[in-house]
């Protein structure tokens, strides 16, 4: 049962206009659809750059703009192109000590909702000051961070520390999925990336650092075999000194 705009008597609820039967009056029809309200706050203007008086957030990367969605007061702005995720310090700091399971749904969403290829830029920029990011490593993962704002995820990065924090398996990647060599920031193929100590490698790094590593080892191997020959020659003379001594 509706209600009459004119007088508030009761009218038939109808998906036409209706005349009220007590002032006559017509009434719109009844609405179909109810809006409520969703539990995620969905936010496009943020921080930094100004444009006709609007502060935004760009990728650090593609420097597409960057939407933010705020979930249980955490702000994690993603990129439509490259599907990164921007989160600052305060919000950082409340997924590693919460890491709720929403953060790594929302991670993947924007992974998987992305447009172009992943971030390749070596130098890429703070999403709220000119500076250049650092690199940092957390849980085995690299990240590029801001001291002063905040840590930049490359696509699947964040849904990757959310379930590795909450010591959830990781599924395997899919075929198609492409993420960054941790060495020479270039795109691979996830199902083509080598574990190293270093994160996930590309082919060319890897054998580039496995050389590395069989150089070392033959360095150390030849020192060793020096200094044990050394040690042998050392036994050798006395023990043919003392049997010199001993026929003399």
Not at 26 to 53: C, F, H, L, Y
Not at 74 to 83: H, K
Not at 135 to 145: A, F
Request: charged share 20%; aromatic share 4%; hydrophobic share 40%.
């Amino acid at each position: 049962m509706a209600h009459c705009s004119n007088c508030g008597g009761p009218i038939t609820i109808a998906d036409h206009p209706i005349k009220c039967p007590f002032c006559d009056a017509m009434n719109a029809p009844s609405p179909k659809e109810v809006m409520v309200a969703v539990p995620v706050q969905i936010i496009t203007n943020i921080v930094t750059e100004t444009t006709d008086g609007i502060a935004i957030r760009r990728c650090p990367h593609c420097k597409k703009r960057l939407v933010t969605v705020v979930a249980h007061g955490v702000s994690l702005s993603g990129c439509g192109g490259c599907g990164g995720i921007w989160v600052d310090n305060a919000s950082a700091r409340k997924v590693l000590s919460n890491p709720e399971r929403i953060f790594a749904d929302l991670a993947r969403r924007c992974a998987a909702g992305a447009t172009g290829a992943h971030g390749t830029d070596k130098e890429p920029t703070c999403a709220e000051c000119p500076a250049i990011l650092d690199h940092s490593r957390v849980c085995g993962i690299y990240l590029d961070t801001c001291a002063d704002h905040g840590t930049w995820f490359d696509a699947s990065e964040l849904e990757t520390l959310v379930k590795i924090l909450r010591h959830e398996p990781i599924e395997a990647a899919a075929s198609a999925e492409t993420i960054m060599c941790q060495r020479c920031f270039r795109p691979i193929l996830a199902n083509r990336a080598n574990v190293t100590d270093h994160g996930l490698v590309c082919d060319a790094c890897w054998r580039g650092e496995t050389r590395e590593l069989i150089a070392i080892a033959d360095a150390t191997n030849a020192e060793n075999g020096m200094v044990v020959t050394g040690a042998l020659m050392g036994i050798a003379a006395v023990l043919f000194g003392a049997a010199g001594a001993s026929s003399s």
